[in-house]
């Protein structure tokens, strides 16, 4: 059971494919610009002190305000989300479903000691899923990639669209092939007749056991009938936002990572200033912050990633929303921003 959840190293046809990638070299995936996982080569046992002597304000003083939505009965002729906290959500357009980076085992690792959801995040369950037409899963870090829960609703998933690689965790965990779609950055597909999918670089890195990189991490980009998203996934600032803002003209909404950052790994996690910059780099009509609010993964206060990103997107002109986790966002309509998080 252990090693299962794990996963699996990418084998067979699927390996043969990523060593054709251009993006694979010397054994391993490469950022699109030179990136390290710690820059400043800081001592292990350093960073494990700073995590000990952490404050007490890296986690909420109490539950987590929340609302329980029916997922089942979202309907509507315009995009709704429903955000389950950290990089988890729920998109419902006219009837179909997108569900992003799911995680609701109560861990972000494989151990239950490390990484334990804050009280209130973990409202849902697999039983509270509708079909999910698409399964959208970023890169295969285990606060992006959960085994229990992926595993309890293989029978609900239609298709699955996901970073090059990851497809042999998914086959281990009984996923059928030929309901994955596996994209290497600037690849495309149309998993229906109006969704299209295109992979995009992130800056990050990917591994589940003792190796890293041997699987893509990727944001993707959304075509959605008149729509258009994108999913950030995790990632250090770059200068593929600008790039790919560039390209697309304008975002109705972006889903951007902004949380468990910190100075001692500042390429692989954007600070909440980076966030919004990323967000008018993107041309985004909307900035939906995700990465926060369920799990300790870093050193600061549960809540200063919105504190610190409302902020800067007040001083910059970026429309930003944050809602409770569970509550529907429909794109489009008036919404009220409450400050929740101020516990």
């Not at 699109?32 to 960073?47: Q, R, Y």
């Not at 539950?63 to 429903?82: M, Q, S």
């Not at 993107?282 to 990103?309: C, G």
């Amino acid at each position: 059971m252990m090693l299962n959840r794990l996963g699996k190293e990418p084998q067979g046809k699927r390996k043969e494919r990523i060593k054709e990638a251009g993006n694979y070299r010397n054994g391993k995936f490469h950022n699109a610009e030179p990136t390290s996982v710690n820059p400043e080569d800081i001592p292990f046992f350093k960073i494990l002190w700073k995590f000990i002597k952490r404050p007490k304000n890296v986690t909420p003083p109490r539950e987590l305000p929340h609302v329980k939505t029916n997922l089942k009965e979202l309907k509507g002729n315009k995009p709704a989300v429903v955000w389950f906290g950290h990089s988890s959500y729920l998109i419902n357009y006219s009837g179909y479903t997108i569900l992003v980076d799911p995680v609701f085992s109560g861990n972000a690792s494989p151990f239950t000691f490390f990484g334990k959801s804050f009280e209130g995040s973990d409202i849902y369950s697999a039983e509270d899923m509708p079909q999910i037409d698409l399964l959208l899963l970023t890169h295969d870090h285990y606060d992006h990639l959960d085994y229990n829960f992926l595993k309890q609703i293989t029978g609900k998933v239609k298709k699955v669209v996901t970073s090059l690689g990851v497809g042999e965790h998914l086959k281990l965990w009984g996923f059928e092939e030929d309901i994955i779609f596996e994209l290497n950055w600037e690849e495309r597909c149309s998993p229906a007749a109006d969704l299209h999918i295109t992979a995009k670089p992130s800056r990050h890195f990917s591994g589940r056991g003792f190796s890293r990189f041997n699987t893509l991490w990727s944001s993707f980009v959304v075509e959605w009938g008149t729509y258009k998203f994108y999913v950030g996934g995790d990632s250090g600032y770059s200068k593929e936002f600008q790039k790919i803002g560039k390209e697309y003209g304008k975002f109705d909404i972006v889903f951007l990572e902004c949380g468990q950052y910190n100075t001692y790994w500042p390429e692989i996690h954007m600070m909440p200033e980076e966030t919004v910059q990323a967000g008018k780099d993107l041309n985004a009509q909307v900035l939906f912050p995700v990465h926060w609010s369920k799990f300790v993964l870093s050193t600061h206060p549960w809540n200063e990633p919105i504190i610190r990103a409302r902020r800067e997107a007040e001083r910059t002109g970026q429309d930003l929303i944050a809602p409770m986790i569970g509550e529907v966002y429909t794109l489009g309509e008036t919404y009220e921003q409450k400050e929740w998080w101020n516990l």
